[in-house]
């Protein structure tokens, strides 16, 4: 069974930081692309950053130069690194795993969500 736990998210000031953190479960990071993506009220959930098996990041082009999405894969945990925060960027953060096997896509999963509130 597949989990992702998010853990890191709070309230801050704009400005500061925050470290994001995806703990897994029932899945190798490393073998498979994830993401982080979020959620702002009343909007679609959009891609913040992800990072293929390969190790090669991306990111959206308002996170770009803020944020650091990395990889410890002895801990199986993805962490996501937001430094100069914005009101902009207060939604709810989630973590994104899709479970590969050669070319097939066996299944995406989630986690819980983290709640990240930046204050003007």
């Known amino acids: 069974q597949v989990q992702l736990v998010e853990s890191g998210g709070g309230l801050v000031q704009a400005g500061e930081s925050l470290r994001l953190s995806c703990a897994a479960s029932?899945?190798?990071?490393?073998?498979?692309?994830m993401g982080w993506y979020r959620q702002a009220p009343g909007k679609q959930r959009e891609l913040v950053a992800d990072?293929?098996?390969?190790?090669?990041?991306n990111y959206a082009d308002s996170v770009k130069g803020r944020f650091t999405l990395s990889r410890d894969n002895a801990k199986n945990t993805v962490y996501l690194q937001m430094n100069s925060l914005k009101p902009e960027d207060t939604a709810v953060y989630y973590c994104?795993?899709?479970?590969?096997?050669?070319?097939?896509?066996?299944?995406?999963?989630w986690g819980q969500g983290t709640q990240v509130a930046v204050s003007s």
């Open positions: 990072i293929a098996t390969g190790g090669s990041t």
């Open positions: 029932g899945i190798i990071l490393s073998n498979n692309p």
């Open positions: 994104h795993a899709a479970l590969i096997s050669g070319t097939t896509r066996l299944g995406d999963y």
